[in-house]
């Protein structure tokens, strides 16, 4: 399985923002492309599968020091984000399906490697909006759309 990081849609108004400044939080390693939270007004990895609280999407690496800056994405609802299609068990292998159109998925950390999938199997926190890569294929990219509870700034 080769998950690769969550990344800013290329297209559209995701493609245009800025990253803005971010406090990282205590003993944070997380990856490029986590999805965070607020701890203490310092930002920190979300839990897996998180449904609700989501503030930024990491441009960077953790700073290794607490309270140093690091540049992230805003997170609103209905950011459209591109993610690796998996399933279950340690992000098992799922082919892209036009049944996976429109199909409501989590957010899950492969701990290994640090970087977020949307998991077929996990509490939901976005839907599949379109598709990266063709259907049929295997580790597909798809674009993801947050629902609009899942950050801090719901309506």
Request: hydrophobic content about 50%.
């Amino acid at each position: 399985m080769a998950v690769r990081p969550l990344t800013l849609a290329p297209q559209g108004l995701a493609s245009m923002m800025t990253p803005q400044v971010g406090y990282v939080g205590a003993a944070q390693t997380f990856k490029e492309g986590a999805p965070l939270i607020l701890s203490s007004q310092q930002l920190v990895i979300a839990t897996t599968a998180p449904t609700a609280g989501l503030v930024a999407l990491a441009a960077a690496d953790a700073p290794t020091v607490t309270g140093a800056t690091f540049p992230v994405y805003v997170l609103h609802p209905g950011l459209v984000l591109e993610a690796t299609l998996a399933g279950a068990a340690s992000a098992a292998t799922v082919l892209a399906a036009a049944t996976h159109f429109m199909l409501a998925v989590g957010l899950t950390l492969v701990v290994a490697t640090g970087f977020w999938y949307a998991d077929t199997s996990a509490a939901t926190c976005c839907t599949i909006i379109g598709f990266r890569d063709p259907v049929g294929t295997t580790d597909a990219r798809v674009y993801i759309m947050l629902d609009g509870d899942v950050t801090i700034f719901n309506t």
